[in-house]
């Protein structure tokens, strides 16, 4: 059976309601923190790249990222010890610029359930996982569509360097278009991230 074009979007529809109901079907927003980066902005920029070989990626496409991020916790601390953790949402509006090759960027949406553990105040280890819709005009080969989707994983550590609140992370990144059009050859990236927090 051919996945057919309106099934394509159906499929990126369900992905971003399922992303969205992960991040909000926890308690209500915390309000026993403290801590001024719980809730945050963060700017990220950094570099990728996609790996042929790697699921059915069959191009290498070389990017740079900026992406604008907001932290927001969700819920309540949890755990002791090493351990304690809080769990935030991470909303994401990515940028990406193709450096090879030479294409237009992509902007995307997506919403990341994310876990701090948050024992120590100068160095707090993440790992997260989300996704949702990309626009691009890019014409990558083995690619097609304007409109995809993305997901990922990953993890990092915020930090104290100076006074400056900062971050360093590592991600998988998938991106297909879900059957929209063929071909569909997904992009399999890794990306590493250095995030500055803004005073805001």
Same mark, same amino acid.
């Given at each position: 059976m051919i996945f057919s074009f309106t099934n394509g979007y159906i499929y990126i529809l369900r992905l971003t309601i399922i992303l969205l109901a992960l991040c909000v079907t926890t308690q209500a927003y915390a309000s026993d923190s403290t801590?001024?980066?719980?809730?945050?902005?963060?700017?990220?920029?950094?570099?990728? #790249? %996609? &790996?042929?070989?790697?699921?059915n990626t069959k191009e290498k496409v070389e990017t740079v990222d900026l992406i604008l991020r907001h932290k927001r916790p969700q819920a309540k601390t949890r755990g002791s010890s090493w351990y304690l953790n809080?769990?935030?949402?991470?909303?994401?509006v990515p940028l990406t610029l193709l450096r090879q090759p030479d294409?237009?960027?992509?902007?995307?949406?997506?919403?990341?359930v994310n876990w701090t553990f948050i024992a120590r105040?100068?160095?707090?280890?993440?790992?997260?996982?989300?996704?949702?819709?990309?626009?691009?005009?890019?014409?990558i080969p083995g690619? #097609? %569509? &304007?409109?995809?989707?993305?997901?990922?994983?990953?993890i990092g550590a915020d930090f104290s360097l100076g006074g400056i609140a900062m971050s360093l992370e590592y991600?998988?990144?998938?991106?297909?278009n879900g059957?929209?059009?063929?071909?569909?050859?997904?992009?399999?990236?890794?990306?590493?991230?250095?995030g500055f927090r803004l005073p805001l």
């Open positions: 801590d001024p980066a719980a809730k945050s902005w963060y700017l990220l920029v950094g570099a990728g #790249s %996609s &790996q042929p070989g790697w699921g809080r769990k935030s949402v991470l909303l994401e294409e237009p960027a992509m902007i995307g949406f997506t919403m990341n105040q100068r160095f707090q280890p993440y790992m997260f996982i989300g996704g949702g819709p990309v626009y691009t005009r890019a014409e690619t #097609s %569509s &304007q409109l995809k989707g993305s997901y990922q994983a990953g991600r998988y990144h998938h991106l297909s059957g929209i059009k063929k071909p569909n050859d997904s992009l399999n990236s890794g990306k590493i991230l250095l």
